[in-house]
């Protein structure tokens, strides 16, 4: 957690801007998946492009800015997908609690059926 801290406050510190609509750290949440991977392969080929360039010379202030562009990107996808996944198992257990609700109530309305008319009137009155 610390390092997504810190690629976080890295990216604050230099006003940290996407080549999508010129936008900044906090407007990536509002993109979807598909819109973060456009941008994602974007810049991880133009950080290969600046790898290959510079094997041998000292590390550039873009090629370091293009890996926390592409560190920010990796760490919101990941967080999307997760909250996708989270969401789906939800809604499937939503809809188990509501099936097996729905049987619970058919099982309670059996049980009713199967009274005599003076027990109803007895359970009515106890109630």
Do not use: Y
């Amino acid at each position: 957690m610390s390092e997504n801290i810190n690629i976080f406050e890295q990216a604050s510190r230099v006003e940290l801007r996407f080549p999508f609509r010129n936008c900044g750290v906090g407007d990536l949440w509002n993109l979807s998946v598909q819109q973060l991977d456009g941008i994602f392969q974007v810049l991880n080929t133009k950080l290969k492009a600046e790898k290959e360039e510079s094997l041998l010379g000292p590390k550039s202030g873009e090629t370091s800015e293009l890996g926390l562009q592409v560190a920010i990107i990796r760490h919101i996808v990941g967080v999307k997908l997760a909250e996708a996944a989270a969401a789906e198992t939800r809604e499937v257990r939503r809809q188990q609690n509501a099936r097996i609700d729905g049987i619970i109530a058919g099982k309670q309305e059996d049980k009713l059926r199967g009274m005599t008319e003076a027990e109803l009137l007895q359970l009515r009155e106890d109630v």
